[in-house]
């Protein structure tokens, strides 16, 4: 395929002097034509080579093996690939937190837009991380006292979508009602400050979730959600994750 771009050459053509002075004389514009057509300037491309083949190389470095193929359009309120993204923020930043704070991240919340890619059944590769999470977007942790959970809690009800969760257990009645709302397998208390780990886009008010902005403090990991990705995949011989009961509604 051939991409057409314009690129305006200005050229300077004479400058006539005066006295000390020099003024523009007249500017004039030369179209060029960049296609596939022109041929490699084979000077930058021995140099770029070698980074080139780098880079390649640590995209291609295989990871671990994923057991099938997984989407997030597999589950209509909890998906395999979107439990394994939010399972694997906490797994891998809550050490990180701890150590810092003394404190656990109680629950992970992320977007369901946020995943970019499937995961393919066979070798997951450095690539995979970077296909699903193209994005720069870091793990923040929010401190939320159970009120504004209750707003988290309310949001994911009536989006009626697998937005990736971990640590918190959603139940809906059959009208999208919350039935039962549970972070650590006991219920959400009004005045109990909660560590909710997410991403730098949603805390500033991605998709809505304007929830976050009304917090007692914010945590910085330094920590993106890519590298997470990357950590967790090293760190598991096979990927195997499941639609489970994390977020449910009864028939």
């Known amino acids: 395929m051939t991409f057409k771009h314009l690129i305006g ?8 002097a005066c006295k000390q002075e020099s003024h523009l004389y007249k500017i004039e514009g030369e179209q060029i034509l960049i296609s596939d057509s022109l041929s490699a300037n084979h000077d930058v491309e021995a140099f770029i080579k070698p980074y080139r083949e780098h880079v390649y190389k640590d995209l291609d470095s295989v990871l671990t093996y994923a057991v099938e193929t997984y989407t997030k359009t597999n589950g209509e309120f909890n998906t395999a690939i979107g439990n394994l993204m ?5 797994e891998e ?24 890619s499937i995961i393919s059944k066979g070798n997951v590769t450095t690539k995979t991380a970077f296909e699903i999470m193209p994005f720069e977007n870091s793990v923040v942790v929010v401190a939320l006292k159970g009120i504004q959970v209750f707003e988290l809690v309310n949001y994911l009800s ?9 640590g918190l257990q959603l139940t809906l009645d059959r009208n999208y009602k919350v039935k039962s709302a549970l972070i650590n397998g ?7 400050v909660y560590y909710v780990a997410t991403n730098d886009y949603l805390y500033n008010g991605g998709d809505n ?4 902005k009304t917090n007692d403090s914010l945590y910085l990991l330094d920590y993106k959600i890519r590298s997470v ?21 009864l028939k």
């Open 9 to 16: 050459c200005f050229i300077v053509l004479s400058l006539i």
């Open 229 to 249: 990705l990357i950590d967790y995949f090293v760190k598991k011989d096979t990927l195997n994750p499941v639609i489970d009961n994390r977020f449910i509604k």
């Open 86 to 90: 939010a399972d694997a923020v906490y």
């Open 93 to 116: 930043s809550n050490p990180i937190f701890n150590k810092r704070t003394g404190k656990n991240i109680d629950m992970v919340l992320l977007n369901h837009g946020g995943i970019r």
């Open 209 to 212: 979730m304007n929830f976050f």
């Open 186 to 192: 006991k219920p959400i208390e009004s005045e109990t």
């Open 158 to 166: 009536r989006a009626k979508r697998a937005h990736p969760i971990s």
